[in-house]
């Protein structure tokens, strides 16, 4: 079995037996996801483990935060967007994943910069301020293709 199926088929167990749930072991899982789940072409099964990547982020982020632990908190934040945003720009995607990741970036940078204006240290205002820039910067580069989602063309 390939290391791509071995490593979905083990998030997709470990989202399935909620009694035995442990964030470490999620939070492994992650760290150990394969490059070459966000490499093109884009299957079905891929797309779907991209979907249990990004809620999985999502999950330790709100456990981390939960707990108070703000940095592992972000840095899953962080983790996502740059995973999305290496999909956005691969010039081997399709059109549609590339959206989808565009959609999802606006979807993160939102979330990122409500946790950091939620911090209330001028340090996390100027990061959240950053995030705005480079995610304007990034979005910019991208030939519009987020406004053609919005539009539905």
Request: hydrophobic residues 35%; charged residues 25%; glycine residues 2%.
């Amino acid at each position: 079995m390939e290391r791509l199926d071995l490593w979905f088929e083990s998030i997709q167990q470990w989202y399935e037996n909620k009694e035995t749930r442990q964030f470490d072991s999620l939070a492994n899982l992650l760290s150990a996801t394969p490059a070459t789940l966000f490499s093109s072409p884009i299957t079905q099964e891929k797309s779907d483990a991209i979907a249990y990547f990004v809620d999985a982020c999502h999950l330790l982020q709100r456990h981390y935060q939960h707990i108070d632990r703000v940095d592992d908190a972000y840095s899953y934040m962080q983790y996502c967007y740059a995973k999305l945003q290496a999909l956005a720009s691969d010039t081997q995607a399709e059109s549609d994943v590339k959206r989808w990741s565009l959609k999802k970036l606006d979807q993160c940078i939102v979330t990122m910069m409500e946790f950091c204006q939620h911090q209330g240290k001028d340090s996390w205002l100027q990061e959240s301020e950053q995030l705005v820039e480079l995610h304007i910067t990034f979005m910019l580069g991208q030939n519009e293709r987020n406004l053609h989602l919005a539009q539905g063309i």
